[in-house]
């Protein structure tokens, strides 16, 4: 009887080791699968977006000549930009491919080059209008479908290409002329959007989306900590104050969209808060944050231990002094990093951006926060669905910056964690 029930005590000890084994490699198999998938995601975007930063260019002679340019030789800085640098580009382009003539073919060959020339032109002259009469040799952008196309020969790729054959006749020929290249494409990080996709940047997402989370911060930091001070030290236990605690609760597991409203309702509507704005903006995504800060606060300071609150009582100091002496600088390691991830956060949010006009098409960087601006979300969304090929890398371009983005802030919020965590003991 005795070597029976041992031998069925080993049976379920086995039973029990196979359903641990069992659970364990569930899990396991389940961690790989999530993390296969995001590594195909990422390596999706990243294999598609790094081309963005390349650009295709080449290096061309442009007369500027006055009467070429439709000015004078002493024009203004206004005059000068608006010259006639569409001509300039054709020209330079004609005097190297002397055998086109007809109509058809000039237009076809001007195809080749971006609309960046004659911005750059353009640039060129306002900035020295002494070289106005002058040959200047410049180092312009080409086409979105050129672009595609000369990166998918030099990565050996073949794609079905929006060239005709004489266009892709052409391009070899600028090629064997050693006159076409690729360059890192700094106008993707300093120019806004563009209906062209190889002038296309986020430099004015970039912009706006600083202004927004700036304007986010400054309202829901202060605002944050203030009612996590409040709920936590001084407020008493009554229906009122449950019926805030249970509000704020709720409004942080609100969708993103109910701001939008909100914001689009109230705040554009009732307040006349200029649309498609980052103060507009930033004060939406101030709501949403808001509750995410109050209860990370909060959290923080339940955990600063009751010795701290009745040590500096004994010594004299009064509620107040207790609070902002003591209390705070102990819980503000979880205050700074609940408010980083709230920001986190709101830096991912389109929904309610979307509501109250950031949709808009903005051409221009903006200057200050009340003037019309997009946000990096906002502009993935509006590439993304985009008919033009040659936005697909800037979308995925544009996710990854969005993605360092959120990187370098959640270890932002790590490293001030640790920092704080240190210099409290």
């Given at each position: 009887m005795h070597s029976?029930?041992?031998?069925?005590?080993?049976?379920?000890?086995?039973?029990r080791q196979f359903a641990d084994f069992r659970f364990r490699s569930y899990g396991v198999l389940?961690?790989?699968?999530?993390?296969?998938?995001?590594?195909?995601?990422?390596?999706?975007?990243?294999?598609?977006?790094?081309?963005a930063f390349r650009q295709t260019v080449v290096t061309l002679e442009f007369n500027l000549n006055a009467e070429t340019l439709g000015v004078t030789s002493d024009a203004s800085k206004e005059e000068l930009q608006q010259a006639d640098a569409a001509r300039?580009?054709?020209n330079s382009l004609y005097a190297l491919f002397p055998e086109v003539k007809t109509s058809k073919d000039k237009r076809n060959l001007t195809k080749l080059?971006?609309?960046?020339?004659?911005?750059?032109?353009?640039?060129?002259?306002?900035?020295?209008?002494?070289?106005v009469g002058s040959t200047v040799t410049l180092t312009v952008p080409m086409s979105s479908d050129v672009d595609q196309y000369y990166k998918s020969i030099m990565s050996g790729e073949e794609i079905k290409s929006r060239l005709s054959e004489q266009q892709q006749n052409w391009?070899?020929?600028?090629?064997?002329?050693?006159?076409?290249?690729?360059q890192f494409n700094s106008d993707f990080f300093t120019r806004a959007d563009s209906r062209y996709p190889e002038l296309a940047g986020i430099g004015g997402a970039v912009v706006g989306t600083i202004y927004t989370l700036l304007i986010c911060l400054l309202i829901s930091f202060p605002l944050g900590v203030a009612a996590a001070i409040y709920l936590e030290e001084f407020s008493r236990d009554?229906?009122?104050?449950?019926?805030?605690?249970?509000?704020?609760?709720?409004?942080?597991?609100?969708?993103s969209?109910?701001?939008?409203?909100?914001?689009?309702?109230?705040?554009?509507?009732?307040?006349?808060m200029p649309r498609s704005t980052p103060l507009a903006g930033g004060i939406v995504l101030a709501l949403m944050t808001l509750p995410t800060i109050i209860i990370a606060c909060r959290s923080a300071i339940k955990t600063v231990p009751p010795s701290i609150r009745e040590a500096g009582m004994a010594m004299g100091a009064s509620p107040i002094q207790v609070t902002f002496h003591h209390v705070m600088p102990a819980a503000m390691s979880g205050t700074l990093t609940g408010t980083i991830i709230g920001l986190a956060q709101a830096l991912g949010e389109t929904a309610p951006l979307l509501m109250i006009g950031m949709v808009a098409f903005i051409a221009n960087v903006p200057g200050t926060p009340t003037d019309p601006a997009t946000a990096l979300p906002v502009q993935i969304y509006l590439w993304a669905e985009s008919a033009e090929r040659g936005f697909v890398e800037k979308t995925a371009a544009a996710i990854m910056v969005i993605i360092v983005?959120?990187?370098a802030m959640n270890l932002l919020a790590v490293l001030i964690r640790n920092r704080t965590r240190i210099s409290n003991k």
């Open positions: 029976e029930e041992d031998l069925k005590q080993k049976i379920r000890n086995r039973r389940g961690l790989l699968i999530a993390g296969s998938a995001l590594l195909f995601l990422l390596g999706n975007i990243f294999s598609t977006g790094y081309e300039v580009v054709k080059i971006s609309l960046g020339a004659e911005l750059d032109i353009r640039d060129l002259l306002a900035q020295k209008p002494e070289s391009l070899q020929t600028l090629i064997d002329k050693q006159l076409v290249n690729i009554n229906f009122l104050t449950r019926a805030i605690e249970a509000n704020i609760n709720n409004l942080a597991a609100v969708p969209v109910i701001f939008g409203l909100l914001g689009l309702a109230v705040i554009l509507n009732v307040f006349g983005f959120l990187i």
